[in-house]
């Protein structure tokens, strides 16, 4: 059998504090006979110097472009947009395979080098289900900022913390009003993370998920004063708040916090938004009268790194343990060549499979 060699790149996003997986994880692949490689970053929430101490061995940021060829590179997001040709199997989110913009020239770029991206969105155990995924903590953070924001207590730009002084935010004082809440998606990891929020916030939210919206009461809905959205929508469904709901001097709801971020998406559940809000600016006023104030978030697992690491680290590693060529790699491999062949990028024969 073949020693994995795995290399730990550094996020050439600024802002991105996460990591796929953490020192305390590190050591346990070292123990188990992988040869593990960390690239510095200065932004990483786990200083080299853990790793380190876990038996890996430090190189320079971005280094991998000249790692051996066998080297399976590890990372959360984008890649540079150099090299050309991309030679190794990458493991990252690639976000190629809906048809976004840029999906093909990143294709592109494997077929060209012959690498391969296994992408960790579509890690899946054999019946389909996510093995690592940092939804749980976006569900949190989503329903954490709402309930800020309907309380008068959030303040931009919003930046990275832990949970311990995040949740001291959300305690509910002394002054601070009731008001219903309502998670739709509750069953998911992201509602979940929602419920637990509320919860800790003193707010107890009405909780729907498929069974409840299958024959829609958009009364009821807008009849909440807050709601997180944190569906996974497949098929198209019907929208759950529209244009004309904005504008019903009836309705109740005041602060939309979207977890799901589908916007431009044909799946999209909140078709009332052209675009995702900022950490430098994170809500936006929909509508002065009634009020009614959007934040819709596309990396709020980043605002807790240590924590969403350290989860998504705990379910990456065993899979990573086991880093066989069938099994949930396996699929990782078919579906890139499937995207492939969908993209019509026309892959080398690069001996990989
Ligand atoms: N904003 C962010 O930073 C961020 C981070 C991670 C994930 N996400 C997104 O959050 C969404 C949820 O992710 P997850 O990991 O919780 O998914 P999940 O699959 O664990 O849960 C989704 C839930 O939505 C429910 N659902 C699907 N369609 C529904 C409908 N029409 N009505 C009611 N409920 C419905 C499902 O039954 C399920 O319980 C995804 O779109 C994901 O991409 C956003």
Known sequence: MTTLHLW??????????????????????????????????PQRIFPAEEYEAAGA????????????????????????????????RHIFFGHAYKRQPGAADLLRRFA????????????????????????????????????????????????????GELDETLVRAPGDEDFTALVVGALGRSGRGARIAFTTAGVDPTCWDLAETRDLDRRALLDHEVMVNCVLATTPVPPFVRDEDLDDPARRLRT?????????????????YDRTTEWTDPVRRLRKEPPLDLIAIDNLPSLLPRESSDDFSAALLPQLLDFAVGGPWGRCLDRFHQACRELGVTEEESGRD
């Open 8 to 41: 730990l790149r550094h996020e050439v996003r600024s802002t991105e504090r996460r990591t796929p997986i953490v020192p305390h994880d590190a050591r346990r692949l070292v123990a188990d006979g992988a040869e593990l490689t960390v690239e510095e970053s």
């Open 112 to 163: 060209a080098g012959g690498g391969a991206l296994l992408d960790l969105e579509y890690l899946v155990d054999d019946q389909g289900r996510r093995l690592a995924a940092f939804g749980f903590w976006a569900g949190y953070l989503g329903a954490a900022l709402a309930v800020l924001q309907h309380r008068g207590r959030l303040t931009a730009p919003l930046r990275p913390t832990d949970k």
């Open 57 to 88: 061995r430090i190189v320079p940021a971005g280094s991998w472009v000249s790692a051996p060829r066998d080297a399976v590179v590890l990372g959360l997001k984008e890649l540079p947009d150099e090299p050309a040709e991309l030679i190794h």
């Open 256 to 272: 939309l916090s979207d977890v799901t971020c589908d916007v431009g998406s044909p799946l999209n559940v909140l078709p009332v």
